[in-house]
């Protein structure tokens, strides 16, 4: 056997030279940043919202604060407690997502006083959500049952868990959602 040959599968002549050619255009620095830049190119061209690099940075600006001097302590909420929460009567934010409360602080931007989620801030935020509105009609209002969202669609029920996956990745879950008479049991 010949110290040249490449394997005992037969390939076709056209994939042979085209590896080949391929693997010297590769040796030069110059043209594999070329092909890095072109692959980097198509890829955002493919696949445009697909910022790896912005959601990377977002999600280190955004992680939760796990500060071992001050435990996080678990407890309940009940609608109107957690409105206290809203980013103007307090430092702090919460949102309540399918009944679990997280502290959205680190998102200020995003769930602040004036930000796009503000609506949110101090809120059961799940049916807003579900249905990818901001609408304040979403919210239920502090002194009313909390909403069971019994009438969500299939398509809007996996919405809102999708939410809520976002929010337990991202942020500190720091309590439970609860009716006000559960509280007094």
Do not use: C
């Amino acid at each position: 056997m010949s110290s040249t040959h490449r394997s005992s599968i037969a390939m076709p002549a056209a994939a042979t030279a085209l590896l080949d050619s391929a693997s010297l255009a590769l040796t030069s620095p110059v043209n594999a940043a070329l092909a890095a830049a072109l692959a980097l190119y198509l890829w955002r061209v493919w696949w445009p919202s697909s910022s790896w690099a912005t959601d990377l940075a977002a999600s280190a600006d955004h992680a939760p604060n796990l500060d071992a001097t001050e435990p996080i302590l678990i407890r309940s909420f009940t609608p109107r407690e957690l409105a206290h929460y809203d980013g103007k009567q307090t430092d702090k934010i919460y949102v309540a997502v399918l009944g679990r409360v997280f502290d959205v602080t680190a998102g200020k931007a995003f769930y602040g006083p004036g930000g796009p989620y503000g609506n949110f801030a101090g809120r059961d935020a799940s049916r807003g959500l579900s249905k990818h509105s901001f609408d304040v009609s979403m919210l239920t209002p502090i002194d009313q049952p909390i909403d069971d969202l019994a009438d969500l669609t299939p398509d809007e029920r996996a919405a809102v868990a999708d939410w809520a996956g976002h929010f337990a990745t991202k942020y500190t879950h720091v309590g439970f959602l609860v009716e006000p008479d559960a509280e007094q049991k």
